[in-house]
């Protein structure tokens, strides 16, 4: 695998070097320490970037960071890549693979094919690990490891590429796991595993901050334990990220609501009735049955 990486990817672009960008970086380094990473983002993150040894060099300039790399990892929100899409593709050499890391495909995938005709090819990716928290500072070698990474297969042709299986190898050294999925599938299955748990977690803390609001005694917040903390820690996520996959997958995630909003009316239905534990028994099961 280190050999087909080697023969692949030398110069590896990483635009956006926060949580993500960060650590597929860090794992790079760790696992491929012949690669020569440059990072593109904001001075003040690039600044952050160099000191925690996470990229070996920075730049603020689009072109400078694509110039001769290899491998470009665009690991920036939703709107923003779509928006460098073509620039990326006008500066991108010519042997490149770029490939993203964003939330929702279709959109970035439309705009991808529209650009990306001869030369650099793209690869549209997400892969299924993260953090509450973000920022570089946040970033970790391990972050991909024994999770689910999905690739985009466009067409026929996408697997057997020899820059895109120099990827999927890169990964499975990183110990994560490539998926392929098209973007139609992969965005309606986030929608239900990934962002309506995000828009639950909102919905739940607007109630209890609700209920909490002018009560001097402090109540109910001040009677909240752990089953409350874990049930909003993804509420710490920041809507500048959330905005993009909101508006990018707001038909899936339109339904997603709509499902959730009948299982709460059906769950208020049952309340006093023994249905209610055949719905506590579905639960349990699903909650078994997902591997860490």
Not at 78 to 95: D, G, R
Not at 119 to 127: D, E, K, M, S, Y
Not at 162 to 191: I, Y
Not at 235 to 257: C, E, H, K, M
Request: net charge negative; with cysteine; glycine share 6%.
């Amino acid at each position: 695998m280190a050999e087909n990486f080697a023969t692949a990817f030398h110069r590896v672009a990483i635009l956006g070097t926060g949580l993500i960008g960060g650590s597929f970086a860090l794992a790079l380094r760790k696992h491929f320490p012949e690669a020569r990473i440059i990072g593109f983002d904001r001075e003040a993150v690039l600044a952050e970037a160099l000191a925690r040894n996470v990229i070996h060099e920075s730049t603020t300039d689009l072109a400078t960071a694509l110039n001769g790399a290899d491998l470009v990892y665009i690991a920036l929100p939703i709107s923003t890549t779509i928006e460098l899409l073509p620039e990326i593709a006008k500066h991108a050499a010519q042997n490149a693979l770029v490939t993203d890391a964003c939330s929702t495909k279709r959109a970035i995938c439309r705009a991808a094919a529209q650009h990306f005709h001869i030369g650099a090819i793209f690869l549209g990716g997400h892969p299924m690990a993260g953090k509450e928290t973000e920022g570089v500072a946040a970033a970790d070698e391990k972050l991909f490891a024994n999770a689910k990474y999905v690739l985009i297969e466009e067409n026929a042709e996408t697997k057997n590429n020899p820059r895109v299986a120099a990827f999927t190898s890169l990964l499975e050294k990183m110990n994560g796991r490539p998926t392929w999925l098209d973007a139609d599938t992969h965005d309606w299955a986030v929608a239900i595993v990934s962002h309506l748990p995000q828009m639950t977690a909102i919905a739940l803390a607007e109630v209890i901050a609700a209920e909490a609001d002018g009560e001097a005694d402090g109540l109910p917040t001040s009677l909240a334990g752990p089953g409350v903390r874990d049930s909003l820690r993804l509420t710490a996520s920041p809507y500048s990220i959330w905005r993009d996959v909101a508006f990018t997958n707001s038909d899936n995630l339109g339904r997603a609501l709509d499902r959730l909003a009948h299982a709460i009316e059906q769950l208020r239905t049952h309340l006093t009735s023994r249905d209610l534990e055949k719905s506590f028994a579905e639960a349990n099961l699903l909650h078994k049955s997902l591997k860490p």
